[in-house]
Nanobody, 117 residues
Framework: QVQLVESGGGLVQAGGSLRLSCAAS????????MGWFRQAPGKEREFVAS????????YYADSVKGRFTISRDNAKNTVSLQMNSLKPEDTAVYYC??????????WGQGTQVTVSS
């Protein structure tokens, strides 16, 4: 069982930056691939970025590539999402998720990111 708690959301102007963090419980954090997803009002939840358990491989949605960076610290059981050059269309609730296999089995409660124009 993994519990995830996100933090770092808030209100920022377009072009600004935010850093989201996700703290995970448990002693097997490095076994999980971690991902960030987001859901805007009236839209389905979408993939943003993910990182392998070892931290060696990362993946990004085309819409955030070059602007967002995912990273993890297995010693601290945390995963972060550095978001730069934010756009109004990045406004959403951002969720952290953990996957032991092919699916994301554990989800955080989400943190709101609002980008004003």
């Amino acid at each position: 069982q993994v519990q995830l708690v996100e933090s770092g959301g808030g209100l920022v102007q377009a072009g600004g930056s935010l850093r989201l963090s996700c703290a995970a419980s448990g002693r097997t954090f490095s076994r999980y691939a971690m991902g960030w997803f987001r859901q805007a009002p009236g839209k389905e939840r979408e993939f943003v970025a993910s990182i392998r358990g070892s931290g060696g491989s990362t993946y990004y949605a085309d819409s955030v590539k070059g602007r967002f960076t995912i990273s993890r610290d297995n010693a601290k059981n945390t995963v972060s999402l550095q978001m730069n050059s934010l756009k109004p269309e990045d406004t959403a609730v951002y969720y952290c998720a953990a996957a032991a296999g092919l699916t994301y089995d554990y989800w955080g409660q989400g943190t709101q990111v609002t980008v004003s124009s």
